[in-house]
């Protein structure tokens, strides 16, 4: 943190990697000016933000990447060792992953659906990973990089609200997609608006419609967002928590440190299996038909 | 914290891994602990069955062991029973052969017996034809006197006895009372 105000360290500390284009005529964090759009990194948060929505998070994406890579080379490398017989130390790990995940898919999900399972252990060992990244301490990574001219570097992708929202909302589009092809466009229809209020009255159904439609479409919309913001916000949290002891002095920061990074571990792990299991509460409710 | 392109990275890299998983990565996993759950419960109820197996050929060797030991039994009480029979049957045989053999000795004697007394009675009229000769000497007629032995003989022919008429005199001298019995033939 030198030569940093301890607000300018944790903003430092929470601004990603942006890859993105500045329109014209911008003004640039060193008073230069842009005589044409241009796609670029961004050196300050400022700059970041003025990008829009056409901008990447670099860091998020190679580290949330690298680490799926690191999970499916990890697993695939099982997978094609897989015996029935005896198993050795890593088949035996991943043996234990997959038939946690299956009983967990199994007790929750009654359908028969190849997908979900699979999803849910990506999504399980993924996140998991994402927000494991979260116990290295806060400057190692991030130092190493601005040593290396990287204006900034957040290792840790689920404190990204893009990754939590980008996985989220492909949950929910497996909710939709499921939803429309197990009960029909219209029985989907149907359930957003004949329920929870119905009439056999036909004048009253169609007044109450809306209201249906409101109540459901609200309690639809809050599956993928309270999925994301519930990963995001306790992940953004716990970082910024450890930012915060980072700002103690070095022979303190210990005390405080250690037992967060301690009940953390209980929270990155409670994270990812609570992201599973909603995924797969969800898209169960999506394959039920008893409306 | 800017909602940026990021968020479709995010549900595109998304969406490959789970593919991957799906393709690559559960299904041979899953295969194999299949496949393992199988070959334990095989292996369990092969245990059982063999345990099962055991106790039945255990209970079955008993049995047998019980059948034999009643078969052995049997088989010595009727062998007994044979034997005993066996030396019953040759008693009874014994017995019968020495009833018969006593009976064959008594109808030799009487046949003896009788023999003997045919003989005698042969003899006895010899003895008292040469006696009564003796006596009388002379005063015998010879020729008269033997037509009324004649007629004598005769006579004892006709009440069927042993009587030889060609050499009577050489064959009742040899064959007197004192003949043994072994070469009765030959007397």
Same mark, same amino acid.
């Given at each position: 943190?030198?030569?940093?105000?301890?607000?300018?360290? @944790?903003?430092?500390?929470?601004?990603?990697?942006?890859?993105?284009?500045?329109?014209?005529?911008?003004?640039?964090?060193?008073?230069?000016?842009?005589?044409e759009?241009?796609w670029?990194?961004?050196?300050?948060?400022? $700059?970041?933000?003025?990008m829009?929505f #056409?901008?990447?998070?670099?860091?998020?994406?190679?580290?949330?990447?690298?680490?799926?890579a690191?999970f499916?080379?990890?697993?695939?490398?099982?997978?094609k060792r897989?015996?029935?017989?005896?198993?050795?130390?890593?088949?035996?790990? %991943?043996?234990?992953?997959? $038939?946690?995940?299956?009983?967990?898919?199994? $007790?929750?999900?009654?359908?028969?659906?190849?997908?979900?399972?699979?999803?849910?252990?990506?999504?399980?060992? #993924?996140?998991?990973?994402?927000?494991?990244?979260?116990?290295?301490?806060?400057?190692?990574?991030?130092?190493l990089?601005?040593?290396?001219?990287?204006?900034?570097m957040? @290792?840790?992708?689920?404190?990204?609200?893009?990754?939590?929202?980008?996985?989220?909302?492909?949950?929910?589009?497996?909710?939709i997609?499921?939803? @429309?092809?197990?009960?029909?466009?219209?029985?989907? %229809?149907?359930?957003l608006?004949?329920?929870?209020f119905?009439?056999?009255?036909?004048?009253?159904k169609? %007044?109450l419609?809306?209201?249906?439609?409101?109540l $459901?479409?609200?309690?639809?919309?809050?599956?993928?967002?309270?999925?994301?913001?519930r990963l995001?916000?306790?992940?953004?949290a716990?970082?910024?928590?450890?930012i915060l002891i980072?700002?103690?002095?070095? #022979?303190?920061? #210990?005390?405080l440190?250690?037992?967060?990074?301690?009940?953390?571990?209980l929270?990155?792990?409670?994270?990812?299996?609570?992201?599973?299991?909603?995924? @797969?509460?969800?898209?169960?409710?999506?394959?039920?038909?008893?409306? | 914290?800017n909602?940026?392109?990021?968020?479709?990275?995010?549900?595109?890299?998304?969406?490959?891994?789970?593919v991957?998983?799906?393709?690559?990565?559960?299904?041979?996993?899953? =295969? +194999?602990?299949?496949?393992?759950?199988?070959?334990?419960?095989?292996?369990l109820?092969?245990?059982d069955?063999?345990?099962?197996?055991?106790?039945?050929?255990?209970?079955?060797?008993?049995?047998?062991?019980? *059948? +034999?030991?009643?078969?052995?039994?049997?088989?010595?009480?009727?062998?007994?029973?044979?034997? =005993?029979?066996?030396?019953? +049957?040759?008693?009874?045989?014994?017995?019968?052969?020495g009833?018969?053999?006593?009976e064959?000795?008594?109808?030799?004697?009487?046949?003896?017996?009788?023999?003997?007394?045919?003989?005698?009675?042969?003899?006895?009229?010899?003895?008292?034809i040469?006696?009564? *000769?003796?006596?009388?000497?002379?005063?015998?007629d010879?020729?008269?006197?033997?037509?009324?032995?004649?007629?004598?003989?005769?006579n004892?022919?006709?009440?069927?006895?042993?009587?030889?008429?060609?050499?009577?005199g050489?064959?009742l001298?040899?064959g007197?009372?004192?003949?043994?019995?072994?070469?009765?033939?030959a007397?």
């Amino acid at each position: 943190m030198a030569g940093k105000t301890a607000s300018e360290y @944790i903003q430092h500390h929470l601004q990603n990697l942006t890859y993105g284009q500045l329109p014209v005529d911008y003004e640039r964090f060193d008073g230069t000016v842009l005589s044409e759009k241009s796609w670029t990194i961004a050196q300050t948060s400022k $700059e970041a933000a003025d990008m829009g929505f #056409w901008a990447i998070h670099v860091d998020t994406m190679a580290w949330a990447i690298g680490l799926g890579a690191l999970f499916l080379f990890v697993f695939r490398l099982a997978a094609k060792r897989a015996t029935s017989g005896v198993p050795g130390g890593l088949q035996n790990f %991943v043996e234990v992953m997959v $038939e946690f995940v299956d009983k967990s898919v199994k $007790e929750t999900f009654h359908g028969k659906n190849a997908v979900i399972a699979p999803l849910a252990l990506t999504i399980f060992c #993924w996140v998991f990973l994402m927000n494991l990244m979260d116990l290295i301490p806060v400057d190692f990574i991030p130092h190493l990089f601005t040593l290396a001219g990287f204006p900034f570097m957040k @290792i840790v992708p689920t404190t990204d609200i893009n990754v939590s929202l980008g996985m989220a909302l492909s949950v929910f589009v497996l909710i939709i997609y499921y939803s @429309i092809k197990i009960k029909g466009v219209s029985g989907f %229809v149907g359930e957003l608006t004949l329920h929870p209020f119905s009439s056999d009255n036909f004048f009253l159904k169609l %007044v109450l419609i809306p209201i249906n439609l409101l109540l $459901e479409g609200v309690s639809l919309l809050a599956k993928p967002v309270s999925l994301a913001l519930r990963l995001f916000g306790n992940l953004y949290a716990g970082e910024l928590i450890f930012i915060l002891i980072a700002l103690l002095p070095f #022979w303190a920061q #210990w005390a405080l440190s250690v037992p967060w990074a301690i009940f953390h571990i209980l929270i990155i792990t409670l994270q990812a299996f609570i992201f599973m299991m909603l995924t @797969i509460v969800y898209l169960s409710m999506a394959h039920e038909d008893s409306h | 914290m800017n909602i940026n392109l990021t968020i479709l990275g995010q549900a595109i890299a998304f969406f490959i891994f789970v593919v991957f998983c799906m393709k690559m990565v559960w299904p041979p996993v899953i =295969a +194999a602990l299949q496949e393992r759950q199988k070959k334990i419960a095989d292996g369990l109820a092969a245990s059982d069955r063999a345990e099962r197996d055991l106790e039945l050929a255990q209970e079955k060797s008993a049995q047998e062991l019980r *059948e +034999a030991k009643q078969q052995a039994a049997g088989l010595i009480e009727q062998a007994n029973k044979r034997a =005993a029979q066996i030396v019953e +049957a040759s008693k009874d045989d014994a017995r019968k052969e020495g009833e018969k053999l006593i009976e064959q000795a008594k109808a030799e004697i009487v046949q003896e017996l009788n023999q003997a007394r045919e003989a005698l009675r042969a003899e006895i009229g010899v003895i008292a034809i040469a006696g009564a *000769e003796k006596i009388l000497e002379t005063s015998v007629d010879a020729s008269k006197h033997n037509e009324m032995l004649e007629n004598w003989r005769q006579n004892f022919k006709r009440r069927g006895s042993l009587w030889q008429t060609e050499n009577a005199g050489p064959s009742l001298r040899k064959g007197s009372i004192f003949c043994s019995p072994g070469a009765r033939p030959a007397c």
